[in-house]
């Protein structure tokens, strides 16, 4: 059984820049939650993906986007970067309702 | 608001010595609560789900217990590889969405 991978594992990008982070997951899960996590801190919902369609969304602004594949895998982008964007960008998979699974996250580092 | 404190933040240990630790929520009504494990430099790792008041889970040292306000996580004779950062997340029972709320985790420290 396949894990739930993400790329790249690290980034560096500018102000103002965009940036589409990768996530494939867990062989059989239909559902894809993106967190973005700071250091020292809990992860904080952006948003989840449920057969391809937003499913819901905490308290990012449009600039976070995001979309889900048939095959389940996802991708998060964000446009005009800030550097408040700096932190740990985190996937999970799983099938609605059930515990979710983490990957190890891609960080993401604004000069 | 919806709210999951942990508490302590950081927590430094003897191998071998019992301890738990503590998270506290405020939501409307609970659809389950979780605990993961976090290594430096990775994603959250699962370990229990609780969905009422009363239940327990277990796995190797490590057991979870939820009250109507709480949930402990009890750690006996913790070893160094214990050591890792814990977390605990909630989902609101009325979240069509089963959203996560976190707490800011518990740092565990198993001093050999």
């Known amino acids: 059984e396949t894990g739930v991978t993400q790329s790249p594992t690290h980034l560096i990008k500018t102000r103002g820049q965009q940036v589409t982070l990768r996530c494939s997951s867990q062989s059989g899960h239909n559902t894809v939650s993106w967190y973005q996590q700071a250091l020292g801190q809990g992860p904080q919902f952006i948003f989840q993906y449920y057969r391809e369609e937003e499913n819901g969304r905490g308290n990012f602004p449009p600039r976070f986007s995001g979309l889900q594949f048939p095959n389940y895998s996802s991708e998060l982008n964000v446009n005009a970067l800030e550097l408040d964007d700096s932190a740990l960008y985190l996937c999970a998979s799983s099938l609605q309702g059930q515990p979710q699974h983490f990957g190890d996250g891609t960080r993401l580092s604004i000069l | 608001e919806d709210q999951v404190t942990q508490s302590p933040e950081a927590l430094r240990l003897q191998e071998g010595e019992s301890s738990s630790l503590n998270c506290s929520y405020t939501?409307?009504?609970?659809?389950?609560l979780f605990w993961y494990r976090q290594d430096p430099g990775k994603g959250p790792e699962f370990l229990f789900t609780?969905?009422?008041?009363?239940e327990e889970k277990e796995k190797e040292r490590l057991k979870a217990t939820l009250t109507k306000k709480e949930s402990f996580l009890h750690i006996t004779a913790p070893k160094p590889e214990d050591s890792a950062t814990y977390l605990c997340?909630?989902?609101?029972?009325?979240?069509?969405?089963?959203?996560?709320?976190w707490g800011a985790g518990t740092k565990l420290i198993i001093k050999p």
């Open positions: 997340a909630v989902q609101e029972l009325m979240d069509s969405n089963y959203q996560l709320i």
């Open positions: 609780l969905y009422s008041a009363g």
């Open positions: 939501v409307s009504g609970l659809r389950g």
